[in-house]
């Protein structure tokens, strides 16, 4: 068995709100310097900025997964993770062309930058990504899984953009058994107005979108394999347990 640290909830520079310093080799070299060992990329809608946290990630050792954070058509931000590239893309493809397409201002947003593993400038996104997509929070968990990946609430203990500050329930339907916390002092309140998280495994990550906020290792995970198809397998294991 070999612990984990992890932190599966960053924004890079292409998330509107994510801080231009948030580039794939400083969010690198940060995860290294906190002691992580594996991390995934969650930008709003997008997997673009990935590929390249990975190639940056690769020279500390460290794990790279690939991430979004997804904006249901409720305004439920879920996080939706892949062990490769190719279901990563599939998935953007496909969230993509479910987002409202608003051109981003980026004088009120900033810019979203798409860079290589060396932090250059190699795209921007024209449109803004973190409007919410005509995909609804139900319609996320079946896709992701059969592409390979895994999908979970995110920040459930939020006041905003989480599934129980916009749907104000956990749907009696649900069937995920993964949820991220923010705060873990919140988890006890949690699960007494919703008891649907007491059978349910929480991860807690940081949502940074500025360096400092990047998890130190305080959150593991324990399991035989740590490549990324390893982490995902366990994460899916521990979603159907
Ligand atoms: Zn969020
Ligand atoms: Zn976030």
Known sequence: MEKIFYDFHLHSCLSPCGDNDMTPANIAGMAFVNGLSAIALTDHNTVKNCTSLKLAAEQYGITVLYGMELTTDEEVHTVCLFPDEKSANEW???????????????????????????????????????????????????????????????????????????????????????????????????????????????????????LENVNEAKHFLELDDPSPKGIINHLRKLNTK
Do not use: R, W
């Open 92 to 210: 953007n493809e496909y969230v993509y062309s479910k987002l409202q397409k608003i051109k981003n201002n980026t004088k009120i947003f900033g810019n979203q930058f798409i860079m290589n593993e060396t932090d250059k400038i190699i795209g921007e996104e024209e449109f803004l990504l973190i409007n919410a997509t005509n995909i609804s929070f139900e319609e996320v968990f079946a896709p992701v899984y059969e592409l390979g990946g895994i999908a979970y609430p995110a920040h459930v203990d939020k006041n905003a953009n989480s599934l129980i500050s916009n749907l104000g329930f956990v749907p009696p339907d649900s069937t995920f058994k993964l949820a991220e916390v923010h705060n873990l002092e919140s988890l006890d309140a949690l699960k007494s107005a919703h008891p649907y998280f007491e059978n349910c495994t929480i991860l807690s990550s940081s949502d940074a979108h500025y």
